[in-house]
């Protein structure tokens, strides 16, 4: 089955500053992957996705994200984080059990301090 | 272009009701799938329908049911409402055709919070 594991379940970062927010995934092939964004009291928001063309994907807001095969990692980075990006980061994979069901890793809150 | 619509946005209920969300997909999208979050269990599945027929299921006891219409609006139902059903239930919808919705990704609605007391 596969899953994502999310490794950090907060991070702090200041404004200006580099964002690195980690996530490793367990597949037996090259899965695909998105990157999700959900703000206080909002839905879910799609921030980026991979789905084996280039490892190197470019998401909205400046974010990227590069996918590892050999260490099965899919981390999202941002040159310079903004204090609008002060939200909860889920890193997320299709499938998990049949279907276009999608698994969830379990979120990482970003907070932006000035 | 509208986006996904889910109402109500807020909803307290009482131990023991029913409820019934609705989901209002963007418009051309088939696909409709149903999200339950909350602060211990994070984001888990529902269900999923296409076409008005349900295609995938979540590990969820059977008061959670959900239907789809010819015009691709969704609504769940939660029937014997327990304190543990408090969440934030979203619904997401997609273009996709099939079982391939990665190429077209999904759209989230802001969810309705069902709060039971």
């Known amino acids: 089955a596969q899953s994502v594991t999310q490794l950090d379940s907060h991070v702090s970062v200041s404004e200006g500053t580099p964002v690195l927010l980690r996530c490793n995934y367990s597949s037996s092939y090259s899965p695909s992957l998105f990157w999700y964004v959900q703000h206080p009291n909002k839905g879910l928001q799609l921030l980026l996705k991979?789905?084996?063309?280039?490892?190197l994907v470019k998401g909205i807001n400046g974010f990227e994200a590069e996918f590892k095969k050999s260490e099965t990692s899919f981390h999202l980075t941002k040159p310079s984080a903004h204090m609008s990006d002060a939200a909860e980061y889920f890193c997320?994979?299709?499938?998990?059990?049949?279907?276009?069901?999608?698994?969830f890793g379990t979120g990482t809150q970003l907070k932006v301090e000035l | 272009k509208a986006g996904v619509t889910q109402t109500p946005r807020y909803l307290i209920k009482t131990r023991g009701q029913q409820v019934t969300l609705s989901c209002s997909p963007i418009s051309g999208h088939r696909s409709v799938s149903w999200y339950q979050q909350t602060p211990g269990q994070g984001l888990q599945f529902l269900f999923e329908y296409f076409s008005e027929t349900q295609r995938n299921k979540g590990n969820f006891p059977g008061r959670f049911s959900g239907r789809q219409f010819s015009n691709s609006r969704s609504e769940m139902n939660v029937s014997t409402l327990e304190l543990g059903d408090s969440a934030l239930y979203l619904c997401?919808?997609?273009?996709?055709?099939?079982?391939?919705?990665?190429?077209?990704?999904?759209?989230f609605g802001s969810g309705t919070r069902l709060t039971v007391v």
């Open positions: 997320v994979v299709p499938g998990g059990g049949g279907g276009n069901k999608l698994t």
């Open positions: 997401a919808s997609s273009l996709a055709d099939g079982f391939s919705p990665l190429i077209y990704g999904y759209t």
């Open positions: 991979y789905t084996s063309a280039a490892t």
